[in-house]
């Protein structure tokens, strides 16, 4: 048996198509979304992620500031400046693009953006409203999987669902939102990490398989229960010296020898990824559409 395949291509074209109308709405009602996205120094794929978030933005009528600071931009010239979009109001969301030099510390750079402007969602009152379950922004690569799972009618109440990763940006909010009562959630989730001590078995219990390692053929055809959902989050280069760029990319999953036993699988390239960079804009969206609400009930 081969897998459905889970498109994440296709899957992000019908949820931009929906976006662009609500972006157009918004800006006919005055309140065009816009998104800042800072880039500090030059690390090739933190580029080409900035460049597809641009791209995005200008697909979906958002307006777009970017700005792109040298390795060496001081960290208090950063603050500054996050400080200022913070009081723009053309302005509904600001991302800064991850990771940045060593000498800039991460944390003390999210918790400088509002947490109404933080459409990454990692600023500690989003990450613990969501937590709580509370009105919030969900960070994009967890809301982009569990858009996946809900739009091919993948059923997660009851389920044993196993993520593989603990980060903040995927492992954790992953795990935390697949257990939520919820509708996309209600799974029962064990998370994994470097101390598990038999990843094989745990995967070997999972209806549905998150991987979030960063480490290719991590998970292989025969750690998986026949007719599990395998969602593969990865994005490893490894040499290929057919391509042009002498690299290929591939996720942490064998997908070849994995398709055959899953019943659902996503794709690396063309699955998790174009939903990552289109829950941000789902959310620059929602952010200024809170500013819409929150300025008419200034005036009424
Ligand atoms: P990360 O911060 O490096 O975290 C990796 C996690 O995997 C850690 O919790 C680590 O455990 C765990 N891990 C590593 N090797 C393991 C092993 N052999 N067995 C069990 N657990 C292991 O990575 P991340 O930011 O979550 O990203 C994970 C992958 O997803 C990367 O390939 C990244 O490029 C990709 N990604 C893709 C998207 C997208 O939009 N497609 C978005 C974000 C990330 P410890 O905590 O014990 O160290």
Request: charged residues 25%; proline residues 6%.
């Amino acid at each position: 048996m081969s897998a459905v395949l889970i498109d994440g291509k296709e899957t992000a074209r019908v949820i931009r198509a929906e976006l662009k109308e609500k972006a157009a709405a918004l800006t006919a009602a005055g309140m065009r979304p816009g998104l800042t996205v800072i880039l500090v120094g030059d690390d090739p794929a933190s580029c080409s992620y900035v460049t597809g978030k641009k791209a995005a933005c200008e697909e979906l009528g958002i307006f777009s500031d970017s700005l792109h600071f040298p390795a060496d931009f001081p960290e208090a010239e950063l603050l500054k400046i996050i400080g200022e979009k913070n009081r723009d109001s053309r302005i509904h969301g600001i991302l800064v693009q991850l990771p940045l030099p060593p000498h800039i510390d991460e944390n003390k750079i999210i918790e400088a953006i509002s947490p109404e402007k933080d459409v990454d969602g990692f600023h500690p009152v989003n990450v613990g409203r969501m937590v709580l379950e509370q009105e919030c922004f969900l960070p994009c690569t967890p809301h982009g999987i569990l858009q996946l799972l809900m739009r091919s009618n993948i059923d997660t109440k009851g389920k044993k669902a196993v993520v593989l990763g603990r980060s903040n940006i995927v492992g954790k909010p992953i795990a935390n939102l697949l257990f939520q009562k919820q509708a996309y959630g209600n799974a029962t989730v064990t998370v994994c990490h470097t101390a598990t001590p038999d990843l094989a078995a745990e995967i070997k219990e999972a209806d549905i398989l998150i991987a979030a390692v960063g480490r290719p053929a991590t998970v292989t055809s025969d750690m998986i229960k026949p007719g599990a959902v395998v969602i593969d989050v990865g994005v490893n280069r490894i040499p290929d010296a057919s391509k042009k760029s002498g690299f290929r990319l591939v996720g942490d999953v064998d997908f070849e020898a994995v398709k055959e036993k899953a019943s659902y699988i996503t794709p690396v390239p063309g699955g998790v990824g174009p939903m990552t960079i289109t829950m941000l804009m789902a959310n620059t969206i929602l952010a200024a559409g809170r500013a819409l609400k929150n300025k008419e009930k200034k005036t009424c």
